[in-house]
């Protein structure tokens, strides 16, 4: 069990430019979680699938930001035109058997 | 909204000291919140610490406890003596049974000294 993948782990963007983070959940979990980690906010929830399907996404941006979860394996957050307040650590999570699971996040860093 | 606060880092002790991370939680919009403790070692992902569901009860792991509180709503990380080990961040969070939507505090660094 290689637990939640994310990739990259770094990622580097020009301001305007668009980011796609991708996440791989734990095999056979249903809900899968997207959170932002910043000096500032803390650790913040953004939004939440559940066998797929969005469930809550009251915390996403309501801009720019956009989450997808084509299939079982795959999650990807994607921040069109990019800008500086974005760079953060986003942290995947995964659920199953009753306790939720973190990636190691993908540093975003906006220049 | 929910809400979650913790002792403000960072917080250095000696090895074999003790230690306590308070937490204080604030839950509108959950009737009956789950409380967690999660660390973050250096180099590694966030991983649950322990895990409590029901108020009164304690929860244990790796020589950490913590009593969910709904009194006080409080939920306090103790460790009687503490190893170089557990240099971490610790984080303090609440979440509800149905959804495992987590919210969390800021984090406390712990250094342990040799």
């Known amino acids: 069990n290689a637990g939640v993948i994310q990739t990259p782990r770094h990622k580097v963007t020009g301001k305007g430019q668009e980011a796609t983070l991708w996440c791989e959940p734990i095999?056979?979990?249903?809900?899968v979680f997207w959170y932002r980690q910043t000096i500032v906010q803390g650790l913040e929830f953004l939004t939440y699938f559940r066998n797929q399907a969005p469930i809550d996404d009251s915390g996403m941006p309501k801009e720019r930001f956009s989450a997808q979860m084509p299939n079982q394996s795959h999650s990807t957050l994607k921040i069109q035109s990019t800008q500086p307040q974005d760079s953060a650590v986003y942290l995947c999570a995964s659920k199953g058997q009753g306790k939720v699971f973190f990636g190691k996040g993908t540093r975003l860093t906006v220049v | 909204g929910d809400s979650v606060t913790q002792t403000e880092g960072p917080v250095t002790v000696s090895e074999s000291e003790s230690l306590i991370i308070n937490c204080t939680y604030s839950?509108?919009?959950?009737?009956?919140?789950?409380l967690f403790w999660y660390v973050r070692y250096p180099g590694e992902g966030l991983q649950l610490l322990l895990k409590?569901?029901?108020?009164?009860q304690k929860g244990s792991s790796r020589g950490f406890e913590a009593t969910y509180n709904k009194e006080t709503t409080s939920f306090h990380l103790q460790k009687a003596s503490v190893q170089e080990s557990d240099s971490a961040v610790y984080y303090c969070?609440?979440?509800?049974?149905?959804?495992?939507?987590?919210?969390f505090g800021d984090g406390t660094v712990l250094t342990v000294k040799p």
């Open positions: 839950a509108t919009s959950i009737a009956y919140p789950n």
């Open positions: 095999s056979g979990h249903s809900a």
């Open positions: 969070a609440l979440g509800a049974t149905n959804t495992g939507k987590l919210t």
């Open positions: 409590v569901i029901t108020a009164g």
